[in-house]
């Protein structure tokens, strides 16, 4: 822990996210981190083992504030489930320490960016859909390992993902003609992020590269089919699994009246096929018209045989109860198929299309992301609001009002034929049921796992093998902490044993440009949503947002130069400048 003269970050928030939080600044030498929430002995050892300290009290307290040391805090971190308590705290932190820089947590995107254009020295980041951009490219290229829209708000949408030199043909090829080969900047080489231009790709050489998810999906590894002409044995076992899964949905009173129908139509038909001396065909036909009260009279029993005539009345007098039933259930069976079809429950027919379970905070904005590529959606929501009908209704995709975790409700998303599948339920475990269910129906598919805490993530994805699953808090965690000094922090990425910090930056009037080593360009972009790659800063103008990748391990080891760069990338992101246009700039 930092002496108590160290600067002071204060965290506000008790769930995973805070605790993510704290942990990734108490890595960085030089400050004092301070969670302040009410005391909860559990969560305290918890914060106490990642290095930070823990305050008890009222966030929104001028007591608890004064407690955690606000008055010469440099930061304070409001995340907690709460925005209304988040803003208030940010406020009264404000109130008392007019330096202080201020990061929030908010739900509602749009007032996050208000909030950002109307407070000095904030920054507000909407948790929901800061992740929803990793789980909208996951689904959509199986070998993307984190998605990023740059530039925010309304630039495309990117990601980084892996490629196999001799899977691509790009093997033998420059790196340069590699990146023209793919439309996409090459970020490393088997590990190896210093490379040349003109440096040759070896065979089976491992890379990782970066751009705009349409250029990703056009150089994605195919999808691994899922087998359409299975051997005969297979499609017999499918058939009988198939029907023993609809037996096990009868209704047994339905099942039981069905039962004594058959056994009375044909205990009547051996009857009076002796009492008539007639056929199977004939009796039968009788048997018909007596239990349905048809009674053509062209046939009628023995009057002076009394058990014709107790058998015949017993046929009209169950017949027409049966007939009752029968009439009852096809009604209630109709109303139910037409409730369904109304409700949007109906086997999907579509095929190559991404299937989203869960249309809360995140999976409207993955499924605002998706909307953009041609790929169909199927969404599954219990509880679908008015919105979500609507938009389905003017956007095209098909929504299932259902529970994805239902074995029915996930036979009518044609698993078979799809894409993907995105599991994005508030709740953890219906996530890893929904996933299970689906690769029970198509082993192939690749699925996507909302997970919150990221010790579960990491449990489910090891035994379960489920190698997307994802962990809002820990995804969100580094681009917090990176928040606290930097307003353009995305999060972070690891590949080849070593880890990346996102950033976007904004730069500043500096003729020579000298940045830290470790700082990797990737791509410019402009206001109106244009993204160009970028191998170096040359040729860039004042106010140019660029998106970087930095070494973390030369952070931590000296991060005096890298404050210095989000120092000045917030003061020129403050000062107006002219945003770089297309023809200053070279790829």
Not at 193 to 220: C, M, Q
Request: proline share 5%; charged share 20%.
């Amino acid at each position: 822990m930092a002496p108590r003269g160290e600067p002071t970050m204060i965290i506000i928030g008790g769930d995973q996210l805070a605790l993510s939080t704290a942990q990734e600044l108490s890595l960085l030498p030089g400050q004092r981190v301070v969670v302040l929430w009410p005391a909860d002995p559990d969560f305290e050892r918890a914060v106490e083992g990642v290095g930070a300290v823990f305050v008890p009290g009222r966030p929104e307290s001028g007591e608890g504030l004064e407690a955690a040391g606000v008055k010469d805090a440099s930061t304070i971190l409001a995340l907690s489930r709460d925005d209304q308590l988040n803003l208030r705290a940010a406020l009264r932190a404000r109130d008392a320490n007019a330096k202080i820089r201020i990061v929030l947590r908010q739900f509602n995107r749009t007032l996050a960016t208000k909030i950002e254009q109307n407070l000095s020295n904030c920054s507000v980041l909407s948790l929901a859909w800061h992740s929803a951009a990793t789980y909208a490219a996951v689904a959509l290229d199986r070998s993307c390992f984190r998605g990023v829209q740059f530039p925010e708000p309304d630039g495309p949408l990117t990601g980084f993902a892996t490629r196999i030199a001799d899977r691509d043909d790009i093997a033998g090829n420059s790196i340069a003609e590699a990146e023209r080969i793919l439309s996409l900047r090459v970020v490393a080489v088997n590990g190896a992020t210093d490379i040349k231009l003109n440096e040759t790709i070896a065979p089976g050489a491992r890379l990782v590269v970066y751009g705009e998810l349409d250029s990703l999906l056009a150089s994605a590894p195919r999808q691994v089919p899922t087998e359409r002409n299975p051997p005969l044995w297979r499609r017999l076992r499918g058939a009988l699994r198939h029907r023993r899964s609809r037996l096990r949905h009868i209704d047994p009173i339905v099942g039981a009246f069905a039962a004594a129908a058959l056994g009375l139509f044909a205990l009547g038909t051996w009857h009076f096929r002796d009492s008539f001396g007639t056929g199977w065909l004939i009796a039968a036909y009788f048997v018909v018209t007596t239990m349905t009260t048809t009674g053509f009279g062209d046939i009628h029993p023995n009057h002076q045989d009394t058990l014709d005539v107790v058998m015949a009345m017993t046929l009209m007098l169950l017949g027409t109860v049966f007939t009752g039933i029968f009439i009852a259930f096809l009604a209630s069976r109709l109303t139910r198929v037409q409730w369904v079809r109304i409700q949007g429950l109906r086997p999907i027919t579509r095929r190559g299309h991404i299937v989203i379970c869960g249309a809360g905070s995140i999976g409207s904005g993955v499924i605002d992301l998706l909307l953009d590529f041609d790929k169909p959606l199927v969404v599954v929501e219990q509880q679908p609001d008015p919105t979500l009908v609507e938009r389905a209704r003017d956007r095209g995709f098909d929504l299932l009002t259902g529970d994805a975790g239902r074995d029915d409700t996930l036979d009518l998303c044609n698993l078979s034929a799809a894409h993907s599948l995105i599991a994005l339920t508030n709740v953890d475990t219906l996530n890893l049921e929904i996933a299970l269910g689906a690769r029970v129906r198509s082993p192939s598919l690749p699925v996507v796992l909302r997970i919150a805490e990221a010790t579960f993530a990491a449990s489910i994805a090891r035994h379960f093998e489920f190698e997307t699953t994802f962990s809002v808090a820990a995804l969100a965690g580094p681009v917090f902490a990176g928040l606290s000094r930097l307003p353009g922090a995305r999060g972070r990425i690891a590949f080849d044993g070593q880890e990346f910090g996102i950033a976007e930056i904004v730069l500043a009037e500096n003729g020579e440009r000298q940045f830290p080593a470790g700082v990797i360009p990737l791509a410019v972009g402009s206001d109106g949503g244009d993204l160009l790659l970028i191998h170096d800063f040359a040729g860039l103008d004042a106010g140019a947002r660029v998106l970087v990748l930095v070494v973390v391990a030369k952070v931590r080891e000296d991060p005096g130069p890298f404050v210095a760069l989000a120092e000045a990338s917030a003061e020129a992101e403050r000062a107006p400048a002219q945003t770089a246009s297309s023809h200053q700039i070279g790829v």
